[in-house]
């Protein structure tokens, strides 16, 4: 076998919280690590931070335009967003986004988060012990942030949970889930069609209050879409992982429910120790050039562990361990790196800093109602996480 052939999808397996140890070795032995897909392409995998870091944030040198993806032979259409676009567009659409991520215009938000992860507490107490928290808690919050964020009518909002949360059910197949998100995106465009003849108080109506003339309703749905992939699937994650371990681990959940500010060092050292986004978004070499000590050619891809960096030993001791008490962690990459560093990360920050204090606090018995083995971490996936969170609290059942 070759060293092609080894490890094709080693970028994205785990062993409970952790990556595979044989990305490990790979970071250790060949941090510029070849990999075979069909059509004779070979595609580099970097893995150590430093190497990470110079990838993500150099646009000069290495590309995000989706156009290269179309040149692999994807025949999917163009998915919009900041994600696949280099500047100038890049920077073009970023500006308009950019002021309604400050901490200032996101305070805003707070309250309604608080009121939001009351709300649902508030149900799982209803509904009484023993849940599945994904399905009851983690998957519901960001979407309904997200609604709060772009200002989807209240009354739309059920209809839109349930569009936001079936485009990552892979369990009726991939046709099911495309067809979610092309009835997510004709929603959103419908949706923007309303807010530019009727500006709401949300980030539609302000871009097309503000902005209207130069943004076009598919520009503005497709950036639109792009917060919901991009601020969905994550921050559902990052609740079921780092309930889980907060679930594992009692003296920090005790902390959490303890120490005002404290959840701040463990939302970072848990983004950093989960990282949910195994890999960033695609760069392509924009030409032929020697990269850590490998010819890379023209039009070749690069994908970024970012797992494998955020777990890079040259940050320190004990990198595969989560600590939050270690110095600052504010450093890793979980949210990528440069111009395409995630515009939401503020937002996602705020939801784990309301949810994890709030859910233990209002349940401080809570427990896991599966043994640990149990629990069904997901496979081979861009997005790691849960595919549920059986949990109880109260008297324990014969």
């Not at 936001?164 to 949706?191: C, H, K, W």
């Not at 959490?256 to 050292?269: D, K, N």
């Amino acid at each position: 076998m070759s060293v092609e052939d080894e490890f094709p999808l080693v970028q994205f397996m785990r062993e409970n919280f952790d990556p595979v140890g044989e990305l490990a070795r790979i970071r250790a032995e060949q941090p510029m690590f070849p990999m075979a897909i069909p059509g004779d392409q070979t595609v580099w995998l970097v893995t150590r931070y430093e190497d990470v870091r110079e990838v993500l944030g150099d646009h000069e040198r290495f590309s995000n335009d989706f156009g290269n993806i179309i040149g692999l032979g994807s025949n999917q259409d163009d998915p919009g967003g900041l994600g696949f676009r280099d500047p100038p567009e890049h920077t073009r659409l970023r500006k308009y986004l950019t002021p309604e991520f400050t901490m200032r215009r996101l305070r805003r938000l707070e309250p309604r988060i608080e009121a939001m992860v009351e709300e649902y507490l508030d149900r799982m107490e209803k509904d009484g012990s023993p849940i599945d928290l994904v399905q009851s808690f983690c998957l519901p919050i960001p979407s309904l942030v997200v609604c709060e964020l772009l200002g989807v009518p209240y009354e739309e909002r059920k209809d839109f949970l349930r569009l936001s949360t079936n485009r990552f059910d892979f369990s009726a197949g991939p046709e099911a889930s495309i067809q979610a998100v092309n009835d997510a995106m004709a929603y959103l465009t419908d949706l923007v069609a309303r807010e530019r003849q009727n500006p709401g108080d949300g980030l539609l109506g302000t871009l097309l209050r503000e902005h209207g003339d130069e943004l076009d309703d598919r520009t503005l749905a497709s950036m639109a879409d792009g917060l919901l992939t991009g601020g969905h699937d994550t921050s559902t994650s990052m609740l079921a992982l780092g309930t889980l371990w907060l679930l594992e681990n009692p003296a920090e959940a005790a902390k959490v429910r303890e120490r005002e500010g404290y959840i701040t060092e463990v939302v970072e050292e848990l983004l950093r120790y989960m990282t949910v986004v195994q890999v960033a978004f695609p760069r392509f070499a924009r030409e032929d050039m020697e990269f850590l000590g490998q010819k890379v050619t023209k039009g070749q891809m690069l994908l970024c562990s970012l797992s494998a960096a955020n777990r890079d030993p040259a940050l320190g001791e004990g990198m595969d361990k989560a600590r939050p008490e270690r110095p600052a962690s504010s450093s890793h990459l979980a949210f990528g790196h440069g111009i395409h560093r995630c515009i939401g990360a503020p937002l996602a920050q705020m939801e784990m800093r309301v949810a994890f204090p709030a859910l233990l606090r209002r349940f401080p018995d809570l427990r896991l109602d599966v043994p640990f083995d149990e629990v069904p971490f997901r496979k081979l996936a861009i997005v790691y996480g849960l595919d549920a969170l059986p949990v109880a609290w109260g008297p324990r059942q014969a």
